[in-house]
């Protein structure tokens, strides 16, 4: 197979589009012109490569750019194209200038394409191939059924679950390890220079170093079941260990606070098959908040108790109107007039769409000169346009200086506020490990070793519970 992309950035692509295109020569201007160079390479390839291989294109539906291609334009291009003899056609969206629905993030809808697909193949008599967020197996099996397309393309999705579709085929649902379109680790990292891994997938990127290892009679003792938590206890299961499971609250850690914010609830996906596959293994879970001198039956014990918010040394803060993010996302709460936000990193921002979404007037205050560090190409500008949307007053290179009666004074103003919400970034919960390192061996893994995404915390608690 030969595919030929007139989809997203690429040099054939930006013939086609107006977004691109300003020539204005034969290569430029009417419809007909901008489709006349990437024709001709295709015509070029199919005589090339004559009929011994069949030649595929892949195209974007819509440019979601308002002077990029819409539909119309793009089904004449796939009509031309099968004229000239391409044996299928792939389609995809967007374009580098919209790319989160070129690699979409999980505040784009699941299957967003899939109505563009069904519209071209009731009008073309060559298979049509859809894509993009197909993160379902009921939604991936439906296509097909449903007469919507011919063929399913998945890409992340197999680096999630490389046996995703042996799973779809068994019936295997409630196995199935989701991709959850965070973008953190294939496509942030790729367009960072490194090489892809994944937030649900451990193992991704690393195939050939880090194989699950034989299987061992140790005992495990895990402490904490948030993902960091329940990772290790699950690979420690899978290596045939004896494991126990203490968790003061529900599994799942801070999947809530996560999944609260709009357009995040896919985080949900990740938490209920790590919540399954603690089922399957018949791991037990002890609901119990541990004490350093508590005696355990255990050659190693995991400490994977996460982190807590930082209070940041701000006079006033311990006013009953002044609340951790964390608590306004994790219990769902609703806070209504004039909010102040303190922090705009990640939580920061996603606690300002939260609230926005509500309806509350949010003041953002950061003491550096940018927020929102450490967010993805993908969802990067959509969280600036939320907060535009939101009418969100961002403030950054101030300090805060005090929180008086419902007002926040900074180092340049002062904004009078009904709540006060901090965050102000996280700090190790990490306090037992000294105690218990004294009778036992004690390995630290996710944000109770160090604070930062989930990535990281599963690649971390696979990793140590493997050379156990």
Do not use: W
Request: aromatic share 6%; with cysteine; net charge negative.
């Amino acid at each position: 197979m030969v595919e030929v992309h007139f989809a997203h950035g690429y040099l054939l692509h930006s013939f086609m589009s107006t977004h691109t295109n300003h020539r204005t020569d034969e290569y430029g201007g009417s419809f007909e012109n901008r489709i006349k160079y990437p024709m001709d390479v295709l015509k070029t390839v199919i005589d090339e490569v004559n009929g011994e291989v069949p030649v595929q294109i892949r195209v974007s539906v819509d440019e979601y750019v308002d002077d990029g291609m819409k539909f119309e334009e793009v089904k004449t291009v796939c009509h031309v194209a099968k004229e000239m003899g391409v044996a299928s056609i792939s389609l995809s969206a967007g374009c580098y200038d919209a790319v989160e629905y070129a690699i979409q993030p999980m505040f784009i809808p699941q299957g967003f394409i899939i109505p563009f697909a069904k519209e071209l193949k009731a009008e073309i008599d060559i298979p049509v191939i859809v894509a993009s967020r197909l993160n379902d197996a009921h939604l991936i099996e439906n296509i097909v059924e449903n007469d919507e397309a011919d063929i399913v393309a998945i890409g992340r999705g197999l680096i999630a679950d490389p046996l995703l579709i042996d799973k779809i085929k068994a019936h295997d649902y409630d196995n199935i390890r989701y991709c959850i379109a965070c973008n953190q680790g294939c496509i942030d990292r790729v367009l960072g220079g490194m090489p892809a891994h994944c937030m649900v997938n451990p193992v991704a990127g690393e195939e050939l170093t880090c194989k699950l290892k034989g299987k061992s009679d140790k005992k495990v003792v895990i402490i904490g079941a948030g993902p960091a938590g329940m990772e290790a206890a699950i690979t420690a299961a899978q290596r045939g260990m004896k494991v126990t499971v203490y968790e003061k609250g529900e599994l799942g850690g801070k999947f809530k606070a996560l999944s609260t914010p709009p357009e995040k609830d896919t985080f949900m996906m990740f938490d209920r098959y790590l919540v399954s596959q603690m089922k399957k293994y018949n791991i037990e879970v002890i609901n119990k908040e541990v004490k350093a001198d508590d005696e355990f039956d255990a050659d190693t014990i995991i400490l994977a108790t996460g982190s807590k918010q930082i209070v940041p040394p701000i006079q006033g803060i311990n006013q009953e109107f002044v609340l951790q993010a964390e608590d306004v996302l994790e219990n769902q709460k609703e806070l209504k007039g004039n909010v102040v936000v303190i922090g705009g990193g990640l939580v920061g921002t996603e606690t300002c769409k939260y609230l926005g979404n509500q309806g509350a007037h949010v003041t953002l205050v950061e003491m550096k000169d940018n927020i929102a560090d450490g967010i993805g190409a993908t969802f990067i500008g959509h969280m600036f346009a939320k907060l535009a949307e939101y009418q969100v007053d961002v403030k950054t290179s101030e300090t805060v200086k005090e929180i008086k009666n419902h007002e926040v004074v900074l180092s340049n103003t002062t904004v009078p506020c009904d709540y006060v919400v901090i965050a102000a970034g996280y700090k190790s919960r990490n306090e037992l490990a000294e105690e218990l390192s004294k009778k036992y061996d004690v390995k630290v893994v996710g944000d109770a070793s160090s604070p930062r995404r989930i990535l990281d915390a599963t690649a971390e608690a696979y990793n140590v519970v493997n050379e156990l």
